[in-house]
C-alpha cells in the first residue's frame, strides 16, 4: 500500500517541499504525491508540472494528482498544510474527508499555535509541528522560485509516532530535502517565531525593510525590544528559550541581506490580506493572558490595525 502524502498549499514552502517530492518519487510504488491547489496555479501544473527555479538550476516535476476536490483524493497518511495562516481553519475543515484513522497532520505556517488551532476542530487527530527556513515564493502559476542557499525542514511529533516521523525523515532526504527530525519541536518553532515576529511587527510597522531596522539606535533598540518580549512569551509558557536564543536572533537578523523584508509588509503594502493576528496579535493576546509586560507589542499591533 502506497503512503499517500497530500501537500495543501502549492506557493513557495509547499511547491518547493511537494516539488522536489513529486520528482522523486514520479515512479515509485511505495510513495503517492498528491497536491491540493486551484486555479491557473493547477492548470499550470497539469499542463507543464510544478517548476522549481534556483541557482543550481530547475526541476520540474509532476505529482500524481492535482485537484482541489477532496472527494477525488480520499484519506491520505499525511497532509501538509502550507497555506496562509488565515486559511487554516477553512482549509483544514473543506478537506477534513483527507483526515482517517491513519492521517497525521503537519502544518508548516508561519506563528507558534497551528497545532493547538488544529485540534480545535479535530481533538483526536495525530497533529505534528513543523518549520522551514527558506526564501522562496510562487513566481509564477507551476514555477517556484528559490532565492536561498539555506533549506532546511524540520518537524517532529509525538514520541509514539516515532517509527512514522523516521520513514517521513526518510521520504524527505530521499527526495534531496535537508531534514532534521527536531526532538523539541515546539522550542524549534518558537526560536523561528522569535526571529520571525519581530521582523514582520517592525517592518510593517515602519514600513521598513531589514536595512533599515538597523540603521539607526533607535530602530535597532525597538528591534531588540520585541525580541525581548516574544522571548518572555515564550519563557512564560514553558519554552526553554535561553537569552543566548535572542543574541543569536540578532546576529542572525544582522546577517541577512538589508535590503530584504518581511512577507507581512508585503502584504500590508499590496494592501491584502496579513498575517497580523498570527504574527502580532498572538503575542499581545498571549502576553496580557499570561501577565507578561508587552508594551511595543501592543502599541505597534494597534497602530497596524489602524486603517491607513
Known sequence: MKFRIAILGTGGVGGYLGGMLAAHFAASDEVEIIFIARGANATAIEENGLTISTADGETISKPALVTNDPDRIGEVDLLVIATKAYDL??????????????????????????????????????????????????????????????????????????????????????????????????????????????????????????????????????LESLIGEVAAVARAKGVGIAYDNEIATLEKIRRAPPASTSSMHSDFKKGGRTEIETLTGYVVREAKRLGVSAPNYQRFYGGLLTPR
Open 89 to 222: 481553519e477553512e482549509s483544514v475543515t473543506r478537506f477534513s474527508r483527507l483526515i482517517g484513522p491513519r492521517t497525521s497532520i503537519l502544518p508548516l505556517l508561519n506563528g507558534v499555535d497551528h497545532a493547538e488551532r488544529i485540534r480545535a476542530f479535530f481533538p483526536d487527530a495525530d497533529v505534528w509541528n513543523g518549520c522551514v527556513f527558506i526564501v522562496a515564493r510562487l513566481q509564477s502559476p507551476g514555477l517556484v522560485r528559490v532565492d536561498s542557499e539555506i533549506r532546511l525542514f524540520q518537524f517532529g511529533g509525538k514520541a509514539s509516532d516515532y517509527e512514522k516521523l523516521l520513514k517521513f525523515e526518510s521520504i524527505l532526504r530521499n527526495a534531496g530535502v535537508d531534514t532534521q527530525l527536531s526532538a523539541d519541536i515546539e522550542k524549534t518553532v518558537w526560536e523561528k517565531f522569535i526571529f520571525i515576529s519581530p521582523l514582520a511587527t517592525l517592518t510593517s510597522a515602519l514600513d521598513s525593510t531589514i536595512g533599515g531596522l538597523l540603521e539607526t539606535d533607535e530602530n535597532r533598540a525597538l
